[in-house]
């Protein structure tokens, strides 16, 4: 062809400019969160046998263990059979935190926290793992929101800070 | 529609190659991981105890060296999962096998530090020393409870305590405070002379295998830590090609 500029409107330029770049801006910000942050589809990095979760390890006896003083994990696991959460009534005392170990021991489940940043995908034979600071009182909600079966509602628990 | 296209050359092109390249570079390091590392996972803990001989150990006496922790109490026996004679084992096995040129420590916690005495560690620690002749450091720690509640909990996150179900029983017999047991689940942690974390095996059956691979990782990466290869190993830290 000619070696003529080929005209383009520049509204359209401009339009063309602003989608390049945030084309760009979300190949360094996937790059980034994905290798360097670490952020990634569930993997199978802690895993954990699902039928026997349930039987031996820190899953055969869920709930809040203090690690030292004011630093506590708290292991949860999640049921089809029946639905549940084990366990459904947790109380920490304020400002503790918190590291959350929560697996499923037969299909998927999630676990949502209510006003914090914790939602896991909570799937068999994996453990999802978060820490948690609570700072202020109050109940904190959790819920199953992947649907599991038929008693998928009943899945609930509340975490109450004094 | 003839006329021939010809290749002018100019500085923008080179920037542009030279972009792309560093880009291909980062990409390809990133998939095909050609060094692997083991993750810097935490800090370890800092303490400051006594050991079996009553001398004092503290976590700076273990910079510079590779060093496996273990955690029991000597009163562990029936189905109490004591890792004390596999670390007798792995100690054996780096005498042997290990890379030469690097140190090596082990080094056991008491979970029990209300009875476990620095005189009963030594009762207790006296057979897996004696047997055999290794150069390999171990020490058999304990402190005041509240300090080995931090490090134990608080740095290695193991959790322990004593058996509740015990507890009650012990109550109605006579010999209440002396005979209980403690709930714990087995593991051992590697740690790094920088003194950090960087493997942790919540298992009783630990190969062998599995602590010399991992300290084989180490060893190449401390001998590979200086100049440009210590850069392509700070990379993989950064890029997380973990094995």
Request: hydrophobic share 40%; proline share 6%; net charge negative.
């Amino acid at each position: 062809m000619s070696s003529e500029k080929m005209h383009i409107d520049p509204y359209e330029k401009k339009f063309m400019v602003i989608g390049i770049v945030v084309l760009v801006v979300f190949a360094i910000s996937i790059t980034v969160a994905g290798f360097m942050l670490g952020i990634q589809v569930p993997s199978p990095s802690q895993l954990i046998d699902p039928n026997t979760v349930a039987d031996s390890g820190p899953y055969a006896d869920p709930g809040l263990k203090e690690l030292s003083p004011g630093n506590y994990e708290l292991y949860i696991l999640a049921t089809a059979s029946p639905w549940r959460f084990y366990p459904e009534e947790v109380s920490v005392p304020v400002g503790a935190t918190v590291t959350f170990h929560v697996t499923s021991a037969d299909v998927q489940h999630g676990f949502k926290l209510q006003d914090t940043n914790i939602n896991f995908m909570v799937l068999p034979g994996q453990q999802s793992t978060l820490t948690y600071t609570f700072e202020e009182t109050g109940e904190y909600p959790y819920v199953c929101t992947e649907y599991c079966g038929v008693g998928h509602q009943n899945m609930y628990g509340v975490i109450t800070v004094e | 529609m003839s006329e021939k296209k010809t290749f002018k050359f100019s500085w923008l092109h080179l920037f542009y190659a030279f972009i792309a390249l560093v880009v291909v570079s980062v990409v390809s390091f990133a998939v095909f991981q050609p060094v692997k590392v083991l993750p810097r996972i935490s800090l370890a803990p800092g303490y400051a105890f006594l050991n079996q001989n009553n001398e004092s150990r503290t976590s700076e006496d273990y910079r510079g060296k590779l060093t496996l922790y273990n955690f029991t109490y000597a009163n562990c026996d029936g189905d109490c999962p004591d890792t004390t004679e596999k670390m007798q084992e792995i100690r054996g096995e780096i005498e042997k096998s290990a890379p030469a040129g690097i140190d090596y420590a082990l080094v056991t916690v008491t979970l029990d530090p209300e009875r476990d005495t620095p005189e009963k560690l030594g009762l207790f620690a006296a057979p897996y020393l004696s047997t055999d002749n290794s150069t390999v450091s171990w020490d058999f720690i304990t402190g005041a409870p509240l300090r080995v509640r931090y490090m134990v909990g608080g740095g290695f996150n193991l959790f322990y305590e004593r058996d509740p179900s015990e507890e009650s029983e012990g109550q109605a017999s006579s010999d209440q405070e002396s005979d209980y047991e403690i709930k714990f689940f087995p593991l051992f942690v590697l740690v790094d002379g920088w003194g950090i974390i960087r493997a942790e095996y919540p298992t009783a059956n630990l190969t062998v295998e599995e602590v010399l691979d991992d300290i084989n990782y180490l060893t190449v990466e401390i001998n590979n830590s200086e100049g440009a290869a210590g850069l392509a190993y700070e990379a993989a830290h950064l890029f997380r090609c973990y094995p």
